[in-house]
């Protein structure tokens, strides 16, 4: 990883304010419960950023926040990880809040607000000039709320070609409409998912396992465990190399494919022989076969499916006390790699890390800093009490 040619990192979502509750479970329709304890922070987008920050990155944020107690401590949070702010407080409106319920079972469920954070314009984000060696990162969050939808979509054609762009479709993938997932798809360098919305997006898109052979399905040797295909239609068990397979013939960019204590599954299109050309082209050796090969380093086992590369990329294992914000430092950490020059299979190796170890502590923003994930990948997780 070339640190001396280092870009920004670049977020254009919503930074907000989570209060987090800690309960033992969710109580029943109707019912009633209390919080163990609670937190009121930043929360939302700042947790990607701050994931990104403390791994090394110059990190920017391109979003709008309010005007009144909320946005105090959304800027405060931001100011206290170096995160560069490039746009004036909104008037007369406060930033947001996400009220994030987190149970025994370490699962989290959200129910959020909207506020200043929802009014980007474009002029905002073309104000902070990618360029070949940034990184931006959209949430699919952004889709929610029409004015950061409309001034998204209006930027995004425009970005230096070289620019990388991570995407993250948020669990709300299934509020938004298909011709905006292929305008973000289209220009995305990363789509960085977990397998339920993956699953949700290839209903969607209509790709099933008819899109492969018969006989890859099934064929495709890995230590990812299957995971269930209700409320996908006619998706059956597919592993996590299969999904990722598929995802990245339904929208043409990479994928990385977040699977908690699975690790990750990293998907793209083959550049070996004449494979990865298009969609519709078969692996080399024809349908219905795999094949074999490693990364640079040898590291990494990839195969090779229907002219898509597939590798599992292993994570540490760790006992989760809260996976809220599991997700976030995985793409901040990702995001904060790919701007220092690092490939795709080295951010998720790092991006691995940082999760596993956001796990062992609680709260929302609670990725390690860059000298924790080194020591780690170097010598291993510490001993968890």
Partial sequence: MNTHTRGRVIHTGQAMVDLVLQIAALPELGGDTFARTWELTAGGGFNVMAAAA????????????????????????MAAEGIE?????????????????????AERTFV???????????QDFRATRPGPRDVVYVTGYSLVHPENRTALLEWI?????????VVDPSPMIEEFAMEDVRALAGRATVWST????????????????????????????????????????????????ELAALLV????????????????????RSERGNAGENRDTEGPAGPGTTQRSTDADGALPQTLVGGIDVQSVPAPSV?????????????????????????????????NVAAAMSVTRRGPATAPARAQIDAAMRDGLPAQP
């Fill in 112 to 122: 959020s607000t909207s506020g200043a954070e929802t009014r980007a314009r474009v």
């Fill in 54 to 77: 403390r791994d090394g990155a110059h990190v920017v944020y391109a979003g709008t926040h309010g005007t009144g107690p909320f946005g105090d401590t959304v800027r405060a949070a």
């Fill in 249 to 268: 013939r339904g929208l043409g960019c990479a994928v990385v494919l977040r699977a908690g204590s699975r690790g990750a599954t990293i998907a793209h």
């Fill in 319 to 351: 006992k989760a006390i809260d996976t809220n914000g599991a997700g976030d430092a995985h793409c901040g950490v990702l995001c904060a790699t790919l701007a220092a020059g690092g490939d795709l299979a080295e951010a998720v190796r790092r991006a």
């Fill in 194 to 241: 977990n397998a339920r919305e993956a699953r949700l997006l290839l209903a969607r898109l209509g790709v099933g396992a008819a899109e492969m052979d018969a006989a890859e399905v099934g064929a495709v040797e890995t230590d990812a465990a299957v995971v269930g295909a209700a409320g996908t239609g006619d998706l059956p068990d597919l592993s996590d190399a």
């Fill in 157 to 165: 054609p425009d970005l230096d070609p070289a620019t990388q762009m």
């Fill in 85 to 105: 702010v490039t746009t004036s407080a909104v008037p007369y409106e406060d930033t947001g809040i996400s009220v994030a319920l987190v149970d025994d079972s």
